[in-house]
């Protein structure tokens, strides 16, 4: 553990079945247990959702995206609004990655170099270079509490020679996002495995990122549309590797199959879009699977989201009534759904964790699979 680090991991327990671990990970705007997942908010905002009711559902931290805060308003605005925190009104952790994922999918016109990325903005189609050093300065100036270096997230299918060399530039940039990395007492600094789906890529980038001896590692480059048994192949190789007294984040995940089989190979840490997306499209998560809302089926359905849910929407309203509003175009609707999904997947890792602790996770994961809907992939 890096003793002057401002985010520190704390492990308390190890499962017995799964091997997979509940720890505690401290942080300059409070502590919280592990396993956990992060609801996104791109743009200073979880979609649909005050800062006050995402904290209400039990989150402790949320992300943050750099390209997009960086694009609009800036980060320099953000900076005299006292920081990120005190911008949204969120007094809990942030962690911010570093716009490298946004960049490289957004654009198709991006062009990689040894000095940085050149792409054109989304919003007006400016030029505009994003370098190691500009993403560390920018993520400073946000003042996350968790920041991430400039990684190049490449296509999955790309050819080991090609991945090989993206391994090597990330690892080039790891080490200028780390001299540029002066906040050190405010903001830990977190570093990503990449390699693709090649194992001598994955072990190489693990072995070479933790000898930088960072505060936490992160694994990119997965759930990017490889089938389910690489991903879990390609954590299998690397969280061995990682230290065990420090946090492992798998970037990009959220459907709670992925999260679980995720918690059992050692992940400490998730995030994803995926919540607030399917709710914003009349899906809801539950404890049968997937439930399309919107559906002609539940125009008469009377009956809650999901029976076994306690969320304010399914203790308040019926399907019939959510269908009505999103069907009515009316923003209740959505905040509805959005906010039964984060509570779900809140939820779901907080039950991750009492398993863990009662030394049951398989048995869990056995169970959540057997439910109608959420057969393992």
Not at 35 to 61: D, N, R, W, Y
Not at 219 to 242: F, N, Q, R
Not at 316 to 328: D, E, M, P, V
């Amino acid at each position: 553990m890096t003793t002057d680090s401002p985010v520190k991991y704390e492990l308390i327990h190890v499962c017995k079945q799964s091997g997979a671990r509940r720890g505690i990970l401290h942080t300059p705007h409070g502590s919280f247990e592990t396993p956990v997942f992060m609801p996104v908010g791109t743009q200073a905002t979880v979609k649909a959702m005050t800062p006050e009711e995402v904290s209400s559902l039990g989150a402790e931290i949320i992300l943050a995206n750099t390209y997009h805060l960086w694009m609009r308003p800036g980060h320099d605005l953000i900076k005299e609004a006292g920081g990120l925190h005190k911008f949204m009104n969120w007094p809990k952790a942030i962690l911010t990655d570093s716009g490298g994922f946004q960049v490289f999918s957004l654009s198709d016109a991006r062009r990689i170099d040894e000095e940085g990325v050149k792409f054109n903005s989304h919003i007006d189609g400016s030029l505009h270079k994003l370098t190691p050093e500009l993403a560390i300065d920018i993520q400073t100036a946000l003042g996350a509490d968790i920041i991430m270096q400039l990684d190049e997230c490449a296509d999955w299918q790309k050819d080991r020679s090609y991945i090989k060399g993206s391994v090597e530039r990330t690892l080039r940039w790891l080490e200028r996002c780390s001299k540029q990395h002066e906040n050190t007492a405010q903001q830990a600094l977190f570093g990503i495995v990449q390699g693709g789906v090649y194992e001598d890529l994955r072990r190489l980038s693990a072995k070479e990122t933790i000898s930088f001896n960072l505060p936490g590692y992160a694994i990119g480059g997965l759930s990017v549309g490889e089938p389910a048994d690489l991903m879990y192949k390609m954590l299998e190789v690397v969280t061995p590797i990682l230290p065990e007294d420090k946090p492992r984040y798998l970037m990009g995940v959220g459907s709670p199959d992925y999260l679980i089989e995720g918690v059992i190979r050692g992940i400490d840490m998730f995030d994803c879009v995926l919540p607030t997306r399917l709710g914003r499209n009349g899906t809801v998560m539950t404890s049968e699977g997937r439930l399309t809302v919107r559906n002609a089926t539940y125009a008469r359905d009377f009956t809650p989201l999901d029976p076994n849910c306690s969320c304010y929407a399914c203790r308040n309203y019926t399907r019939a009534y959510i269908r009505h509003l999103i069907k009515a175009n009316e923003i209740l609707g959505l905040r509805l759904t959005t906010w039964h999904n984060l509570h779900f997947l809140i939820n779901l890792m907080s039950q991750v964790r009492e398993a863990i602790s009662r030394n049951e996770l398989l048995d869990y994961r056995d169970h959540f699979f057997s439910q109608a809907g959420w057969a393992k992939e």
